[in-house]
């Protein structure tokens, strides 16, 4: 057992037991590059990352191949998840050299941790133009060995073009409607009319271009931003990427249509995603929308929450296929016959059909991944539950995917924003309980005494990594959700204590740009930052969202100034790359509309009519389509909320109160009123 065993990462937990010496990152591992005169092999990936596993299998198991690694490298394995930084870092320099990236991501460095060659997978014979892993290994022993000036002098050119590559930032202002509408054109030329989407395969679900959309739509009524986000919206949930029994929703389609999954489940789509479908629904009514959101909720809560409150990180795309082989998809396709045996023949024929399984397949070996490719015929309602019910039963009998269990604090700010909202919408107090009970564990696991977070943690003890900008965005933005929801200011409070770290440790105090590490981080060859959004959020337009809230919330300068500045980079970028900037365009889109505050006042729930009345006003301002709406609910004389200050009751009755930019409507105890205020254009 290598110097993995004592890690909280089961990234890197599964390689505990190679015959490879690993180290974790750690200033150790390159004392030790530098005391025996070697360069280092970087290896990063993740638990749920299929081709990790298959090199894990073929190269790092492996006798002949580990003997080499120990006697010339010295080897360092990270799990991208747990140091999103050096992650970020080394992709860069990746992408930079190869134009294109990925995981397993393969990195020769220095003994100063200068890159000098690059890779993703290797296999262990030469294959479709690939170098053998072990040919890669010898030759960049050899360049060691042999032309040690010559690597120093690549590895210096690299670290100097990336150092070359800060973001210009200096006095760039918000976006305005002509970006927001240049953006909203650059949309329409990449969208795929007949399949939904954008670009073509893989293609991976939009989340944050669809947040935009919709709140393009309702802010100006754009009817062709809310068909592109609805019509997507169904493609993905009719399609094999969505989980057609059990919820949720794998990473990517390999495909156009949205037929064949890249099995991996992870906590971040579906928290995304499960919250576009609430939005989605909140705008149209749509039944489809209201299914999936609650499906994904269920998801979550059933089969991702720890045993502490939090969620788990994703669930592999391989398990065993009842053969003892790993196999990506094993547990959820599906052959003609397999429908049968469980089902019966009449059933398992009805079940072929409306989940579109046949006898070629979708997938390979004739397996199906189930889909709903019916949209215009007609089925008996209650025996498709019943076959959804029966299928759910025996898919559990298959061996599982395995679950990667750390909590990431980031994904969890997520999945609480999701739960809270979802909870309210669709009057389910259980979800709303699993988000307070994964912001308890966010709060007493990974915030110390100072506030700062922690990235991760696994069975309730914390990890050693420190949390990025994302972390402190993310939760930010849960925690603000959460405080909408329940009326608890306490989210509040929490949610400010991490934005002033986000203000005096992650922000440039000259322009405004932001990092993705703090000031006082590990000093790694750079300083990563970029405001593009990847499979989540970036950290740089997530902080700016979550600043835009809190302002709202409080009307404190310094957080909205601080928004305003860091959106400046979406001025740039919206316009030009629309689809890899959509949180920074839906965060535009609220500042824009103001965005509103929403003040409700009333007696609480237990206080007979009154209390009904002023629920119906709370429920109706989160049902507001307004972006970005901020509210808060207390009685007339509570301090939860700034916005609660000065404001009474209007004829002894629960009131309402919507102001923006310092501007307030009339104050009213209708819902009807008050909905119509949060859903003009």
Same mark, same amino acid.
């Given at each position: 057992?290598?110097?993995?065993a004592?890690?909280?990462?089961?990234?890197?937990?599964q390689?505990?037991d190679?015959?490879?010496d690993w180290?974790?990152w750690?200033? @150790?591992a390159?004392?030790e590059a530098?005391?025996?005169?070697?360069p280092?092999?970087?290896?990063?990936?993740?638990a749920s990352?299929h081709?990790?596993?298959?090199m894990?299998h073929?190269?790092?198991?492996d006798?002949t191949?580990?003997d080499y690694?120990?006697?010339?490298?010295?080897?360092?394995k990270?799990?991208r998840?747990?140091r999103?930084d050096?992650d970020?870092v080394y992709?860069?320099a990746?992408?930079?050299?190869t134009?294109?990236?990925?995981?397993?991501?393969t990195?020769?460095?220095?003994?100063d941790a200068?890159p000098?060659y690059?890779?993703?997978?290797?296999p262990?014979a030469p294959?479709h133009g690939?170098?053998?892993?072990r040919q890669?290994?010898?030759g960049v022993?050899?360049?060691?060995?042999?032309?040690r000036?010559?690597?120093a002098e690549?590895?210096?050119?690299?670290?100097?073009d990336?150092a070359?590559r800060?973001i210009?930032?200096?006095?760039?202002?918000?976006?305005?409607?002509?970006?927001?509408?240049?953006a909203l054109?650059?949309?329409?030329?990449?969208y795929?009319?007949?399949?939904?989407?954008?670009g073509?395969?893989?293609?991976?679900?939009?989340s944050m271009?669809?947040?935009?959309?919709?709140?393009?739509?309702?802010?100006?009524?754009a009817?062709?931003a809310?068909?592109?986000?609805?019509d997507?919206?169904?493609?993905?949930?009719r399609?094999? !990427?969505?989980?057609?029994l059990?919820?949720?929703?794998?990473?990517?389609s390999?495909?156009?249509?949205?037929?064949?999954?890249?099995?991996e489940?992870?906590?971040?789509?579906?928290?995304l995603?499960?919250?576009?479908?609430a939005?989605?629904w909140?705008a149209?009514?749509? $039944? /489809?929308?209201?299914?999936v959101?609650?499906?994904?909720?269920?998801f979550?809560?059933?089969?991702?929450?720890?045993d502490e409150?939090g969620f788990?990180?994703?669930f592999d795309?391989d398990s065993?296929d009842?053969t003892g082989?790993?196999?990506?998809g094993?547990y959820?396709?599906?052959?003609p016959?397999?429908?049968?045996?469980v089902?019966?023949?009449a059933?398992?024929?009805l079940?072929?059909?409306?989940?579109?399984?046949?006898?070629?397949g979708t997938f390979?070996?004739g397996q199906?991944?189930l889909? /709903?490719?019916q949209?215009?015929?007609?089925?008996?309602?209650?025996?498709?539950?019943s !076959?959804?019910e029966?299928l /759910?039963a025996?898919?559990? @009998?298959?061996?599982a995917?395995?679950r990667?269990d750390k909590?990431v604090?980031?994904w969890?700010?997520?999945?609480?924003?999701?739960l809270a909202?979802?909870g309210?919408?669709?009057?389910?107090?259980?979800?709303v309980e699993?988000?307070?009970g994964?912001?308890d /564990?966010l709060?007493r696991?990974h915030l110390d005494?100072?506030?700062?977070?922690?990235?991760?943690?696994?069975?309730?003890?914390?990890g050693p990594n420190a949390?990025?900008l994302?972390?402190?965005?993310?939760?930010?933005?849960?925690?603000?959700?959460l405080?909408?929801v %329940?009326?608890?200011?306490?989210w509040?409070?929490f949610?400010g204590?991490?934005l002033?770290h986000?203000?005096a440790?992650f922000?440039d105090?000259? %322009?405004?740009a932001l990092?993705?590490?703090?000031?006082d981080?590990e000093?790694? !060859?750079r300083?990563?930052?970029?405001?593009? $959004?990847?499979?989540?959020?970036?950290?740089? %337009?997530a902080a700016?969202?979550?600043?835009?809230?809190?302002?709202a919330?409080?009307?404190?300068?310094p957080?909205r100034s601080a928004a305003e500045r860091?959106l400046?980079v979406?001025q740039?970028?919206?316009?030009?790359?629309p689809?890899?900037i959509g949180w920074?365009?839906?965060?535009?889109?609220a500042?824009?509309?103001?965005?509103?505050?929403?003040?409700?006042?009333g007696p609480?729930?237990g206080s007979?009519?009154a209390?009904e009345? %002023?629920?119906?006003?709370?429920?109706?301002a989160?049902?507001g389509t307004?972006?970005?709406a901020?509210?808060?609910v207390?009685?007339?004389d509570s301090d939860e909320?700034?916005?609660?200050? $000065?404001?009474p009751?209007?004829?002894?009755e629960?009131?309402?109160?919507v102001?923006?930019?310092f501007t307030? $409507?009339?104050?009213t105890t209708?819902? @009807?009123r008050l909905?119509a205020?949060?859903?003009?254009r």
């Open positions: 057992m290598n110097r993995l004592h890690e909280t990462s089961p990234y890197l937990l390689h505990a190679n015959p490879v180290w974790p750690s200033a @150790e390159f004392d530098r005391r025996t005169n070697r280092v092999l970087l290896s990063v990936g993740y990352c081709w990790c596993h298959v894990a073929e190269s790092f198991e006798r191949t580990a690694l120990n006697e010339h490298f010295v080897n360092i990270v799990d998840e747990e999103p050096v970020a992709m860069e990746v992408q930079a050299a134009g294109q990236g990925g995981w397993p991501m990195v020769f460095l220095t003994p200068e000098f690059f890779g993703t997978y290797f262990p294959r690939m170098p053998s892993f890669v290994l010898e022993q050899q360049a060691w060995s042999s032309r000036e010559e690597v690549v590895a210096g050119k690299i670290v100097r990336l070359q800060e210009s930032h200096q006095g760039a202002r918000p976006p305005g409607e002509q970006e927001l509408a240049q054109l650059g949309l329409t030329r990449e795929d009319p007949q399949r939904g989407g954008f073509g395969a893989p293609k991976f679900p939009p271009v669809l947040e935009f959309l919709l709140r393009h739509h309702a802010r100006t009524g009817e062709g809310l068909q592109m986000a609805h997507t919206c169904e493609r993905m949930a399609g094999g !990427i969505y989980d057609q059990g919820g949720g929703f794998a990473r990517y390999v495909d156009r249509d949205w037929v064949v999954p890249h099995f489940k992870m906590l971040y789509d579906n928290a995603l499960c919250r576009v479908y939005h989605l909140r149209t009514g749509s $039944d /489809l929308a209201r299914r959101a609650l499906e994904t909720a269920d979550l809560v059933r089969e991702l929450r720890t409150g788990a990180s994703a795309a065993d009842g082989r790993h196999v990506e094993a959820y396709v599906w052959t016959e397999r429908l049968r045996a089902l019966g023949d059933d398992g024929d079940a072929a059909q409306y989940f579109g399984v046949t006898d070629e390979e070996h199906s991944v889909r /709903l490719p949209d215009t015929a007609v089925f008996d309602a209650e025996r498709i539950a !076959i959804r029966r /759910l025996g898919r559990a @009998e298959r061996p995917p395995g990667d909590v604090a980031a969890n700010g997520l999945a609480v924003a999701a909202e979802t309210a919408y669709f009057d389910r107090p259980d979800l699993a988000a307070l994964a912001a /564990l709060v696991v005494e100072h506030a700062r977070l922690a990235r991760t943690s696994k069975d309730g003890r914390v949390g990025v994302e972390d402190y965005a993310d939760v930010a933005e849960g925690f603000l959700a405080a909408s %329940t009326g608890e200011g306490v509040l409070d949610a204590l991490l002033d986000v203000l440790r922000t105090a000259a %322009t405004g990092y993705d590490t703090a000031a981080a000093r790694l !060859i300083r990563p930052q970029d405001p593009t $959004d990847n499979a989540t959020p970036s950290g740089w %337009t700016a969202g979550a600043l835009l809230s809190y302002a919330h409080t009307g404190s300068e957080h860091a400046g979406v740039t970028l919206g316009p030009r790359v689809r890899f920074g365009l839906a965060v535009a889109e500042l824009l509309d103001g965005p509103k505050e929403v003040a409700v006042v609480g729930p007979g009519l209390g009345k %002023t629920a119906a006003l709370h429920r109706t989160l049902l307004a972006p970005g901020v509210v808060a207390g009685t007339a909320f700034p916005l609660l200050a $000065d404001r009751l209007q004829q002894g629960p009131t309402a109160y102001c923006r930019n307030c $409507d009339a104050p209708d819902p @009807e909905g205020s949060l859903n003009r």
